[in-house]
């Protein structure tokens, strides 16, 4: 079935270091992906998505390209703030389902 | 506005309480969720309404009941919950429930069970 991987956390970053959140997936037929973040206490936020193949989806300073070829969809910001240590979720939908599979989330942690 | 509201923020009920959680949205969504999501990690499917109508059960426990009275509101009514059953519960919507359609979502119901 459908699948989701993310790399392991937590990832610990000063502020202003490159981020990169590696996610890879498993899916039959032109799914759809997203990036949702989670701050502590709070729900899930759209990050930002891509529907199709060589799409970049960006939105707060992070990006993220569908690479169709090697299938992923990592996560990228050229400069992190203290403000974007949270819980980072990618998913998928469509595929073999209309779901949303989520990867297992990796926890971001920025410090001064 | 892509806001899902939910209430309460906060709940503790012990296992003989019936309580119910409640999820709106106002941006003409025709499909709505239930998520459960247990800490550090992802969120759960429970439930799926698709122009007010159940159409994905996750195989959740009959002591979880969804309701969807009309295509702003999701219940989700609760009754002889078990410890176990603590979690974050999760609302969201999307403009329909095809792959393409993101999912926004609601802060969340932190349910306690005693």
């Known amino acids: 079935g459908d699948s989701v991987t993310q790399m392991e956390g937590p990832v610990t970053l000063s502020e202003e270091a490159f981020l990169t959140i590696n996610c890879t997936y498993t899916?039959?037929?032109?799914?759809?992906l997203f990036w949702y973040v989670q701050y502590p206490g709070e729900g899930l936020q759209l990050l930002l998505k891509?529907?199709?193949?060589?799409d970049k989806g960006s939105n707060k300073g992070f990006e993220a390209t569908y690479r169709k070829e090697t299938t992923s969809f990592h996560l990228e910001k050229g400069s992190v703030q203290v403000s974007d240590s949270a819980v980072y979720f990618c998913?998928?939908?469509?595929?073999?389902?209309?779901?949303?599979?989520f990867g297992t989330g990796t926890r971001l942690q920025v410090f001064p | 506005d892509t806001e899902v509201t939910q209430t309460p923020k906060h709940l503790v009920m012990g296992m003989t309480n019936k309580k119910s959680l409640k999820c709106e949205q106002h941006?003409?969504?025709?499909?709505m969720y239930w998520y459960k999501q247990k800490a550090k990690k992802p969120p759960e499917l429970m439930f799926v309404y698709s122009y007010e109508k159940l159409s994905i059960n996750e195989s959740v426990p009959s002591r979880f009941s969804p309701e969807c009275p009309n295509s702003s509101l999701l219940n989700l009514h609760l009754h002889a919950l078990q410890p176990e059953d603590s979690a974050l519960y999760l609302c969201a919507s999307s403009q329909r429930d095809t792959y393409s359609y993101e999912q926004y979502f609601g802060p969340g119901t932190r349910l306690t069970v005693t």
């Open positions: 998913a998928l939908s469509g595929g073999n389902t209309d779901k949303l599979i």
């Open positions: 891509a529907t199709k193949a060589d």
């Open positions: 941006m003409g969504h025709r499909a």
């Open positions: 899916a039959t037929g032109y799914p759809s």
